[in-house]
C-alpha cells in the first residue's frame, strides 16, 4: 500500500464525532419518544366512543361485546308513562364495574344536578338544594336501577327467559321477569344501544329510554 494511500485511510479514522449533528439526533429521538408516549397514555384513560365493526363483524359478535362492558357514559332520554301522567328526563350515566354507578339528572330544570349514587349496596343522593325524600316520592324509578344499562346485562345474562332476534338492521335483545319485559335495541352498524324499552306487567306503567351519546369500555 502506498503512503499516500496510508495518509488517506489514517485521515478518516481520526474524524472526530460532530458533536452537533449528535445532538439534533438525541433530540429527535427524545422528541419521537415523547410523542409515542403521550400517545399511549392519553388513549389508555380514553375508551373508544364505539366498538370496532367491521363488514365481516357477526351479531353474536356484537352482542358479546355489550355483554361485556367493564364501564360506560351515557346521556340518554328517559320517558316514564303511567295511567296516572307521563314525566320525561334527560339523564348522563356513569357505571365504572359492578360496584359504582351514577345517574345524574340533566333536565327538567327544576330537579336539574340531581346525583344518584350507587356504591355497592350503598345509594347516595346529592343535592342539599332539593327535598330528595319528598321529589323520590313522586319520581320513584329515577331511584331504581331498571334505567342502566348495566341491570339490563345482568338480568340478561342471569335469566333463563331471555330471547334475541334481528330487524331492520338491528339486534334485539328481550328479558322476561316475573314483574316486567325489558328490550334492548342494538345497532348492528355501530354495534351500540340505541333504545330500550321497560314494560311493567303488574302495573300500567312503560319506560322508555333513547341513546344518544355512548361512550363504552369493554
Known amino acids: 500500500m502506498s503512503r499516500e494511500k496510508i495518509h488517506i485511510h489514517n485521515h478518516y479514522r481520526k474524524q472526530p464525532i460532530n458533536k452537533g449533528k449528535l445532538a439534533i439526533i438525541v433530540l429527535i429521538i427524545l422528541i419521537i419518544t415523547t410523542i409515542i408516549t403521550i400517545f399511549f397514555i392519553k388513549n389508555s384513560k380514553n375508551p373508544a366512543k364505539n366498538f370496532k365493526i367491521g363488514n365481516n363483524t357477526t351479531s353474536q359478535e356484537i352482542v358479546n361485546n355489550i355483554l361485556n362492558i367493564s364501564s360506560y357514559e351515557t346521556k340518554v332520554e328517559v320517558e316514564i308513562k303511567s295511567n296516572k301522567n307521563e314525566n320525561r328526563y334527560i339523564i348522563k350515566q356513569t357505571y365504572n364495574g359492578e360496584e359504582e354507578s351514577t345517574q345524574e339528572v340533566l333536565e327538567p330544570s327544576n330537579i336539574a344536578g340531581v346525583k344518584i349514587i350507587k356504591n355497592g349496596k350503598n345509594l347516595k343522593l346529592e343535592n342539599t338544594q332539593l327535598n330528595l325524600s319528598t321529589m323520590f316520592e313522586n319520581y320513584e324509578y329515577l331511584s331504581g336501577n331498571d334505567l342502566d344499562l348495566s341491570s339490563f346485562i345482568q338480568d340478561y345474562k342471569n335469566n333463563n327467559k331471555q330471547e334475541i332476534k334481528e330487524k331492520n338492521n338491528e339486534i334485539i335483545l328481550k328479558v322476561n321477569n316475573q314483574n316486567r319485559t ?15 324499552e321497560i314494560q311493567h306487567n303488574n302495573k300500567n306503567l312503560a319506560i322508555y329510554i333513547l341513546y344518544n351519546e355512548v361512550n363504552v369500555n369493554s
Request: charged share 25%; proline share 7%; glycine share 6%.
Open 182 to 196: 325489558r328490550i334492548l335495541y342494538i345497532s348492528k352498524e355501530t354495534g351500540m344501544p340505541t333504545k330500550m
